[in-house]
């Protein structure tokens, strides 16, 4: 994946979806609800491009296949379906018919076979 450095007043973790932080500038947050207009990405684990490498903070995933945290809330992940920011902070969950611009996270490229785990997404925000 592609990733850049962030700054977060959180502790974030590889595989935390995250938004943009409303109360700071150039920094983001753990998304906190369900379609968040404000998404930005996906905390990476190894970037095969990390941008502004330079700075402290977390690599977050612009774009590329990216772990990510997921749920069901949305109901059962299969490959191929768009995600969307799920209530629970940090974790993607299956987009509903017709998602409106803003909230996509990317596309999921394994199944979700139980309420929560890690599944590898194709991070490409819309």
Known sequence: DLAEIYQS???LVPGDVVSIDTTKDNAIVKTKVAEDTLVAGVISTE??????????GYKLAL????PTKVCNEGGAIKRGDLLVSASIP?????????P????????????????????LVLVNLQ
């Not at 970037?47 to 402290?56: A, H, I, T």
Request: hydrophobic share 30%; glycine share 16%.
């Open 100 to 119: 409106k611009v803003g909230p996509v996270i990317g596309k999921a490229l394994e199944n979700l076979d139980s309420q929560k785990g890690t599944i």
């Open 90 to 98: 940090g974790y993607a969950k299956k987009a509903g018919d017709n």
């Open 47 to 56: 970037p095969g491009v990390l941008m502004n490498q330079n700075e402290k």
């Open 9 to 11: 007043t959180e502790k």
């Open 63 to 66: 774009v590329g296949k990216v």
